[in-house]
């Protein structure tokens, strides 16, 4: 998967951040935007935060600030900046002229790992719709970002080099991309209603990216679903069937992590593709116990879930990856919204008879 960026030197970037209350959940959010830059293949330099109660609509964080970011960029030969939330084009446009550099924001960064991750043609055509929504909304600023230094991070995908395309043919893209996905929605749609008119339970494996979701589908069932350590290796549902040891059949479906600060175009976009989750019977909610952020990411999952409109299923909640945790860990890990709650260890196998368990003794309507 990376070895498309390999080829070339790693781009450094510096990380901007603004702390409007919370200082260390700031820096949190800018680890967690050095691991994103990473799995685009690119390398965090150091994080810049600035203390204020808003970002300033011109420039994001301060223009004084700016001024200071500048010196830095000349002093570590940066490659550009990545900003913690998403620019309007008038903050990308003042930004760049102050710096005199390559400006990009959380947005686009997610958009490139997921423009360099989608595999089937509807994952693509998804990706393509908000990466076009998202450059007619800053067609403006991005012009003049972009153009300052072309290529690189924020950049790939389909028609990076359009940029000066007018709204008219983006416009008329999007149109096109609209038929196509919902083209596919429909054909998807079918499958789901055999399905559905089946006598099998479904259960959609839902999470925070990275939390093992692909990994649970990988043990319980034969598939061979790409698992790594990356954010968003998984854009594209997989189904399979497993049978539980006391001889229930489900059907597993892997999906899309969620992540703070998912864009919302992202979230428009993939709304077929985790319709999945909508209509399955059961969640299996995995959580990466041992990340520091857990009870951040539980909270950001139900908050994706209801934007969703996903609301009202049976949950099971695996806290994964207890292997992590020093045996004698006193942590409370419990999730409120979960009907039960397991602890497990998906790639040593711990754990996994009683997710057995739950999942046999969970209540669905229709099937029992
Ligand atoms: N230590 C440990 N690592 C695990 C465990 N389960 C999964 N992992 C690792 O966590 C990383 C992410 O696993 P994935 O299964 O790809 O996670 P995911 O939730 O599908 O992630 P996305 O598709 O990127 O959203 C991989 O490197 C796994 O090997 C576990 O129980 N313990
Ligand atoms: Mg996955």
């Known amino acids: 998967m990376s070895e498309k960026y390999t080829e070339q030197e790693k781009e450094k970037y510096i990380l901007v951040g603004i702390a409007e209350k919370d200082e260390e959940e700031a820096y949190s ?23 204020r109660q808003h970002p300033d609509p011109a420039t994001y964080i301060g223009k004084g600030k700016a001024e200071e970011l500048r010196e830095l960029i000349d002093m570590h030969e940066a490659d550009g900046i990545i900003c913690d939330d998403e620019l309007s084009p008038a903050q990308i446009r003042n930004l760049s002229q102050i710096l005199d550099t390559k400006v990009i924001d959380r947005t686009i960064l997610i958009l490139d790992i997921f423009a360099a991750h989608a595999m089937t043609n509807e994952g693509k055509l998804q990706v ?48 096109s991309l609209n ?53 968003f290796a998984t854009l594209d549902p997989t189904t399979r069937k497993c049978r539980l040891p006391d001889g229930t059949q489900y059907l597993l479906t892997d999906t899309v992590g969620f992540i703070n600060k998912l864009p919302h175009n992202l979230i428009d976009a ?22 520091p952020a857990r009870d951040m990411h539980i909270k950001i999952v139900y908050d994706t879930l209801r ?18 945790l020093p045996a004698d860990h006193n942590e409370k890990l419990y999730d409120t919204h979960a009907d039960s709650c397991i602890l497990a260890s998906v790639k040593n196998g711990t754990g996994l008879d009683k997710l057995f368990e739950a999942l046999a003794d969970a209540t669905i309507e229709g099937y029992r």
Do not use: W
Request: proline share 2%.
């Open 179 to 231: 038929n196509q996905i919902q083209h596919l929605s429909r054909m998807r749609e079918n499958t789901r209603k055999r399905r559905v008119n089946g006598t099998t339970p479904i259960a959609a494996i839902i999470g925070y990216t990275n939390a093992g979701k692909s990994t649970l589908l990988n043990r319980l069932t034969e598939a061979e679903v790409y698992a790594d350590d990356k954010l």
């Open 128 to 175: 393509e719709m908000a990466q076009q929504k998202y450059r007619l909304s800053h067609l403006q600023g991005l012009g003049v970002s972009l153009s300052r230094q072309g290529g690189g991070i924020g950049t790939r995908g389909p028609g990076e080099t359009k940029l000066e395309t007018d709204r008219r043919r983006i416009k008329t893209r999007i149109a």
């Open 29 to 51: 959010s800018l680890d967690e935007l050095s691991d994103l830059l990473d799995t685009a293949g690119g390398e965090a330099l150091f994080q810049f935060i600035q203390k």
């Open 270 to 291: 993939f709304r077929s593709t985790l319709e999945e989750a909508k209509y399955a019977d059961i969640l299996i909610h995995v959580v990466d116990a041992s990340d």
């Open 307 to 324: 934007e969703l409109g996903i609301e009202g299923k049976p949950i099971v909640t695996v806290f994964n990856k207890m292997d992590k």
